[in-house]
């Protein structure tokens, strides 16, 4: 029998041995393992990014899927290695919130701490969990040896990210913020695709126009669009977004609902 | 039976989830695929550099090889999405050029747009095809579900990109590009080898040495060579030649045949 | 029966066609194969940083796992083509020191020049042998069509790098070098943790505080840990410590052992 896909998410890049490392671990204990890198290059501890990228790819592998990710700024300490179950899928990351973007719906999610020094490396380092922890309980679990209860035992609570959903501050307004700017500049929200029209504010700037894609689009106008993240994109045709906003992960954005006349319910300043 | 490699080739970068979450949707639908990237570091929207990558690439894997080259700066328009056959492999890209230095030679060709889009994920999103038509058109293709003629109709011509062989503008003169500059600055031109010796001229620059190999040239030397591309490469020992040089991928470069006593046949300006 | 895997190791970077058509050639001649990327960001030409990444990576690697390593500054002169044969595994690489540091304990290692043309691709260019040579003899092992001895007759010496280990100057002083600067700008020593207490001189910098983690030390404190490396590495928590020293790989470190007390056995200046 095949084993399952393992996916590796992490913020350890590629320039040095790490993922490689973890790779050969899997394989050691896991022979003929489909392995997946989703990325490597979460900036270094963010989960936010983290949280982003394993929530967008999730939901296009298959059941028994185990995603691994390793982004991991309390390596050392206290904070517990976790195994979620969630929708037909296994997780195993730090307890650290990274998941929790992929488990804010609405699905029941089982997690366990993972505490199973059985199926760990032999004398785990303090800074390579990955390696020591993480790759080989994967393995463990894709070569069929131990069931999720092997890991470990259930957790009631997961630690989550503070901040992940828009709040509504006053009537057709909310307060969101930037998840992600990607490799083309795209400049991703965590605004839903709102029913009515609606304009976008991110520092000095105001986006009103709206577009099914970026082809025909002037390249120096900045433009909202539903993107193949589900969520509002910004983007230029061509060109950077993030660049000609000025802006980073976690910056804050506007969402202003229109009166289907286009004009804002709320004067902007 | 073991499902035919599926190569892929982007210019999506590695920072992003987008080659993962293609690589799921593919072993969603094949499992047991075999997927390689050639590589994700195409610069963004430039065809010359992916039509450069698949066609060094593609020689070297089996017949049946399905390769997925995505440089789409069309996404969303009107460009047709290809599946392109020849010489016992299987090309699927958008129909913009990206392929053309792979299919510039003689042998024919047979082309398909890709228009089945019971094959292809529901909903397709309007900028993200490597996802949603290109990854499961070549997962359709590799688990036997669907012939070439199951993903849609023959097609008479497909675009080619302009310039891409040399011209001979006079007797004993061509002009050519630079395709790429590698990882170490090496310059690859768009010339094949001359029967007589030659020089070449890029901007001010002046290359009269040829050489076998690296080793032994002077580290400051700008020397040419026959490349693993085919083609002839310009480098410097240990050093970046196209840092010298002051160059980028599209610049001009101009081959002089000369006469065996090593004299050009023209005078140089 | 599975191929064993191959893992590859180089300084070729990603954004070039080079790796994808070494997988290319080794899928071609080894169906099945699978293929594990150490890194290909060595920096160019860099024989240290590649020694290490193939040592840190090659014993979390199951027995008969093929190492193809090509960090090659001498590609195409007389250096040879080497398989080393070590602790169950082999190790493809030119012989020019890289694998010296994963050979250099006490076990005995059997090398062999690559002399069998007829394994490697017909009309080999001389400045790609990953492509040419190492590829294609890395398959004709894999695939079980050649043995080791079929590659090519026994050698009595290899290349060896200097300076791999630290040097005792004077009794409690040792001086090291800068293996590896990590992604997180971890610095990795080539000192092995010793039984007395320590301090570390880096250029001006005297590090003094030695922890088993990250989690919990100061952000701008410079600290001393055994690294997952089995080495002692100096870090800084959430920070690049390499940046706070500037320095870079290969430079100077002194190792001074301390009397129980805490003191130097010796007066630091």
Redesign the interface.
């Known amino acids: 029998m ?1 084993p399952p ?1 393992i ?1 590796l ?1 992490t ?11 973890m ?3 899997i ?2 204990r896991c ?2 393992a ?8 979460i900036p ?2 963010s989960l936010y990014a983290g949280a ?3 929530s ?3 939901p ?3 059941p028994g ?1 185990i995603h691994v990710v390793v982004v991991d ?5 206290a904070r517990k290695p976790l195994l979620v179950e969630f929708e037909r899928q296994f997780f195993i990351a730090p307890d650290n919130g990274v998941l929790s973007l992929r488990l804010s719906h609405d699905a029941a999610f089982t997690a366990r701490e993972i505490t199973n020094r059985q199926l760990w490396l032999p004398n785990p ?4 969990h990955g ?2 922890i993480f790759a080989p309980s994967a393995a463990a679990l894709a070569n069929g040896s131990a069931s999720p209860q092997d890991l470990g035992p259930l957790l009631d609570r997961i630690e989550c990210l503070p901040d992940l959903e828009p709040i509504e501050t006053e009537p057709g307004i909310s307060q969101g913020k930037i998840l ?1 700017i ?3 500049g795209n400049v991703i929200t965590n605004f839903r695709s709102p029913a009515a029209t609606f304009s976008l504010r991110i520092g000095p700037h105001h986006i009103r126009d709206f577009r ?5 689009a002037p390249p120096d106008l900045l433009f909202a ?4 993240s589900g969520y509002l ?1 910004v983007a230029r045709n ?1 060109r950077s977004a993030a660049q000609a906003l000025g802006v980073s992960p976690g910056d804050a954005v506007t969402l202003h609902l229109h009166d289907t006349i286009g004009e804002s319910r709320k004067v902007l300043p």
């Open positions: 095949t896909i996916t998410t913020d350890f890049g590629l320039q040095d041995h790490y993922t490689g490392t790779k050969g671990v394989l050691s022979p003929g489909p392995i997946v890198d989703i990325t490597h290059h270094p501890f982003y990228a394993i967008q790819a999730a296009f592998f298959p899927t700024p309390g390596v050392g300490t380092s303090s800074t390579f390696r020591d992600s990607d490799h083309f099914q894609s970026f082809g025909g669009y539903l993107g193949s994109e061509g």
